[in-house]
Nanobody, 124 residues
Framework: QVQLVESGGGLVQAGASLRLSCAASGRIFSSYAMGWFRQAPGKEREFVAAIKWSGSIIYYADSVKGRFTISRDNAKNTVYLQMNSLKPEDTAVYYC?????????????????WGQGTQVTVSS
């Protein structure tokens, strides 16, 4: 069993930066591909970024490419999402996801574990 707990969300102005963290319990975190998704009010959940267990393969949604950076520290059982140049359209609840298969994380299904989410609000 893996539990995921996100943190680092908040209210910021456009152009600001935030770093989200997702702390995972369990000894096998390093085996899992990890990802970030977001869901804005009234919209479907969408893929943001994903990283292979080793960190050697990374994917980004086009909407965040060049602004967001996903990384992981397997020694700390934590995955990060550095978000720069934030825009109002980045406002959403951000969720952490974990699965043994990177492709599942990118697709958003089937994903073994989801976090509870952290709110990010970007004001204009």
């Amino acid at each position: 069993q893996v539990q995921l707990v996100e943190s680092g969300g908040g209210l910021v102005q456009a152009g600001a930066s935030l770093r989200l963290s997702c702390a995972a319990s369990g000894r096998i975190f390093s085996s899992y591909a990890m990802g970030w998704f977001r869901q804005a009010p009234g919209k479907e959940r969408e893929f943001v970024a994903a990283i292979k267990w080793s960190g050697s393969i990374i994917y980004y949604a086009d909407s965040v490419k060049g602004r967001f950076t996903i990384s992981r520290d397997n020694a700390k059982n934590t995955v990060y999402l550095q978000m720069n140049s934030l825009k109002p359209e980045d406002t959403a609840v951000y969720y952490c996801a974990a699965d043994l298969v990177l492709g599942h994380v990118v697709a958003g299904t089937p994903v073994d574990y989801w976090g509870q989410g952290t709110q990010v609000t970007v004001s204009s």
